[in-house]
């Protein structure tokens, strides 16, 4: 179903009404980003279509986030349930602010300091961000991405780009275009293949509504490269962290201790970003585990982290993780993958440490290995 293109070829590829379609892939450059191609992706979102694009985070799925209709193919290209709010992505503080009823002291100061970049702010919307968007929400989660590709495409289509991460939903997200391939190949129009992201997990989520209503602090509703005391340090008011930061370290995390009722964001359900082999996080001192699984004739993949010495033992495959956060967070969802895809029965991964630089590559994990 796909077909790798040179910016000449003409045909035309928007289309909403198929959820079968050809999906094409276009290369483009961070530093020239190739206008052609550009013009080609923003045609297809105005036309009302589907395009992966990269971010400096993860890839998105965008569509024109002023159409019903466009967004509607996000969530059934994705099998996303429709109680999942979308990001809107914007080119600059003034388009964001066109979006929201209210921008208030925090958000510019915010935008100020971190956009273009890894954070999403959740303001109340304006009537032009269809509820659709918005899983009937009257906010709007709205983020400026550092990426010039995606910011290229965004004023190309001289339209407002809602994207969540352009992978089928629960599955973990993309930071290469073989990725997006690999999950949505056949069920988008276009692939803009600006190679890895360098960010590697996504936005932090903060929702600035409740401090504007006086309902609540800022809260941070997903943790991201961007932390909570960057956050509290750049508004000058405490900011409260993710509610799941409190989640134990092993997969002993169960579902039903966060019932999706009542969250102030579906993200925020516990499992999310998985693979589908089943993973068991492990701290430092559990190695046995591992050996335990190769003795039951598993074959295990294994994400460790400065483990001093590894064992050769047939059926295990090894992924040295860096020791380093964002080092780590860049690699974690291209490693995930690579171990579901080479067959392994489960994965294994040694925590990090339980520190603040830590913490977004924490809570992906612990999402990873929650059951089902
Ligand atoms: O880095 C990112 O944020 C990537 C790139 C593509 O920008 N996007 C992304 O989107 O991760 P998605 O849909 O996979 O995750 C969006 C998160 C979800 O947890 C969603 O529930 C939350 O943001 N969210 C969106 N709008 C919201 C709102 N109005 N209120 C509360 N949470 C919201
Ligand atoms: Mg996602």
Known sequence: MTRKLGVHDTRSHASTSRTARETQI???????????????AAAVVRAGGLVAFPTETVYGLGADATSATAVAGIFTAKGRPAENPLIVHVASVAAA???????????????????????SIVLPKRQIIPDL?????????????????????????????????????????????E???????????????GGPCSGGIESTVLDLSGAISGAGPPSVLRPGL???????????????????????????ITPDACSPLGLPSPGMLPRH?????????IAKDELDHV???????????????GESSVPRRNGLLVIEMPEEANGYARRIYAALRELEESGVDRIVVSMPPCEPPWRAVRDRLQRASASA
Do not use: K
Not at 147 to 157: E, G, K, T, W
């Open 291 to 305: 050996a335990a699984l190769l003795d039951e004739s598993n074959r295990v993949g294994w994400l460790t982290f």
């Open 226 to 252: 961007i932390s909570a005391e960057q956050i509290s340090a750049t508004i000058q008011c405490d900011v409260a962290a993710a509610a799941n930061e409190s989640l134990p370290t092993t997969s002993t």
């Open 273 to 281: 970003y998985a693979p589908s082999v089943p993973v068991d996080c």
């Open 97 to 119: 602010r066109e979006l929201c009823i209210d921008w208030p002291r925090e958000a510019e100061l915010l935008a100020a300091r971190f956009w273009p970049g890894p954070l």
């Open 26 to 40: 276009l290369a483009v450059n961070e530093l020239t980003q190739q206008d052609e191609a550009i013009e080609r």
């Open 133 to 177: 968007v918005t899983a009937g929400r009257d906010t709007v989660a709205l983020r400026m991405p550092a990426s010039n590709v995606a910011l290229a495409l965004i004023r190309a289509a001289a339209a407002p780009i809602a994207a969540p991460s352009a992978n089928r939903t629960n599955h973990v997200s993309p930071t290469r275009a």
């Open 179 to 193: 990725h997006v391939q690999a999950d949505l190949d056949g069920r988008i129009d276009l692939v803009l293949d």
